[in-house]
């Protein structure tokens, strides 16, 4: 099944003054994925972010989403997307659900639906207890709980977030990405963030955003095939056995190098789907014990220090 | 227009949580009380201590608790009304809450005027109030005296309040920071303030709508002196905000 | 003594008839400002952030300024609304 594109964006360019943001960038989520937006601080995400939301102005370009074009200061495709921007502001004197009935008001919801998607969105992020409270009286983390909750009230297609994690202590920051995990069965998800970990943990498809381009762009996994180097870790029982097979290893002919320290060894190999097994021949035929064997994966960090750098 | 009535509902849940509207109604409401005792005793007191002989002071009459009613109002009640609703867009651009309701459709158009709506009805409900008191209160101590013009007065007197909190959104969208307010009010105000000093050269000065009403209540003057004010007062006041809700579609938050 | 509460026409020359004259004025003004200070007060006591100052200095403002110190707090010194 081909997937479609919910949200395509193509040659955005912007600057501020004399410093140029965006320039001619491209790129699509697709429906059902969540996308991780990944750049340093400066980088552009949350001007890209605000062009989507219609809350900038690009100098060119174009954002369609689900094919309805994006236009500053229209209200066309608010109903489509919901955002939570990095730090959300809210009125205090209103509690959780008074704040939310607001919210969806302004988004044309029957009062009924309002109030079924409240209590919903409510468990869901785990403020049920706090409904009532006034929101002056939150938390960080709560108001970026809230902020999940409002983004979805009139259930939008595409949901962003705006580096959701950046300001939270290490259990709230774990808290919002299980939520996150939660929310991509409903919604697809373009997130923004610097943290690496938290895109691996909930990000299937990555761009990383240089220059005001993307460096990086593509499936997670296909990424991390395509870079991945014909490398295998092995994992012996003791340092002096893996010493001991440095310089045999090296005999092989497949082998090119082996490094490594303590009780693992590194081996780089012409390939590893075929010399894999043959390694593993080896070992045993030298009677060794191996605790652990595996491919080495590139990380998105490698990835991304590779595009930067 | 997206979003008005719920915004105007969030608006005046907003001027009574936060005692906006408490505060204005019991600042202007002290100066009613504090209006008819000062005209009527004001001789006596100064009889008892002892001051009667170096000034001649004809006894008070009904009018002098209006007179002394406009003057505190005109001065504290302007500067605490202007002080109450002039951050009123301001707090809210300088603190981004409205991002999110933006991002939901509200228009800003619909934003704006229920914020200018609701000081608008913030200094009505005040006056009126006030102005209640002030009449309750003139009546018990100047029983059997009747005052002409009060409502008419006080309607013109409203309009010079409603002309001040008109500028207060197209201030708020040109000067930034969260009291980018009250630049363009203050700034009217001074220069009209200055010009008060030739009422006659210059008629159309919104400010002589909070003194010149009292000329009419004393038969000086005839209501038609006032009509110059009105109109600048009245087109002024639709211009700005019309102004204001143009620039402010424009403007990025 | 001329004077009864309540009936004004013709105050005497006494203090004390004055001020009983003046009643019916002094305690409704005495009543809001203190309902101006105490719902000041309350919010100052409710809060710890502030836009400008600190809590003992708005407690002094609130307490000692008349009409004007509330509302100096709720425009200036009120933290979030």
Redesign the interface.
Known sequence: MIKMALLSIEGLSKSFGALQVLNNLSFEVEQGSVFGFIGKNGSGKTTTMKIIVGLLKAQSGSVHISGVPVKYGETKTNHMIGYLPDVPEYYGFFNAIEYLRLVGQIANMSPAKIKSQTSELLELVGLQDSAKRKIRGYSRGMKQRLGIAQALIHEPTLLICDEPTSALDPQGRSDLLGLLELVRQRTTVLLSTHILTDVERVCDAVGVLDGGKLALYGKLDELKAAHRRDTIVIEMESAAAAQRLAQPLLGLPFVQQVGGGGNTLTIDVHNVTANGRDVLAFLSEQDSTVRAYHVLEPSLESLYLDVIA | MNGFLPFLKKEITQTLRTYKLLILVLVLVSFAVMSPALARFTPEILQLSGIEGMIALPAPVALDSWIQFYSTTSQMGILALMLIYGGILSGEKSKGTLVLPLTHGLSRSAALLAKYLVSVGGWTVSLALAALVNHLYTLYLFPGEEVAFVLGGLASFWLCGVFLLSLVPLSSVLVKGSFGGLALPGGVLFTLLVLMIFPDLFSFNPLLLASSPLQVMAGVDEWTILLPALITSAVTSAVAVAAAMVLFRRSSL | MKLEFGN?VG?S?N?LD?IF??L??LI??VL??L??MI?ALV?VLRHDSF?MGNKVVWVLVVVLIN?IG??LY??LG?G??
């Open positions: 004004v105050v020359d203090v004055l004259a003046m019916p004025f409704p003004i809001i400002q309902v101006l719902v919010s836009k009409i509330p509302i709720f425009v009120r979030d609304d």
